[in-house]
């Protein structure tokens, strides 16, 4: 099926586990500053990959098996709780 053939609001169903491991292309890697997180969601809403969730204290949680590395969460954080560092 062609996207265009898709009904507007159908919703699509999505199995994670059939999903490439995006991960794997990543060379630098976003870290969470916890204590400086303020949990506005920033990052979560602009995640290319939808691999940010939040942890118990709702600071943000970066799923490593799919970020690939794009940087786009550290540029949109208001706090820059988010340090881009070389993937090691
Ligand atoms: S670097 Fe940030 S925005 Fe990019 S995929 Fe990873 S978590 Fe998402
Ligand atoms: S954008 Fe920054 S402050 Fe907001 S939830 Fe993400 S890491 Fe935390």
Request: hydrophobic share 30%.
């Amino acid at each position: 099926m062609a996207w265009k053939e898709i009904e507007e609001g159908a919703i699509i169903k999505h199995d994670i586990k059939k999903s490439p491991k995006t991960g794997d292309w990543r060379y630098m890697k976003p870290v969470v500053d916890k204590k400086t997180c303020i949990g506005c969601g920033q990052c979560f809403s602009y995640c290319p990959e939808a691999c940010i969730d939040f942890d118990g204290e709702r600071k943000a949680d970066i799923d490593y098996d799919f970020c690939k590395g794009c940087g786009v969460c550290a540029t949109v954080c208001p706090q820059h709780a988010i340090k881009m560092g070389k993937n090691i």
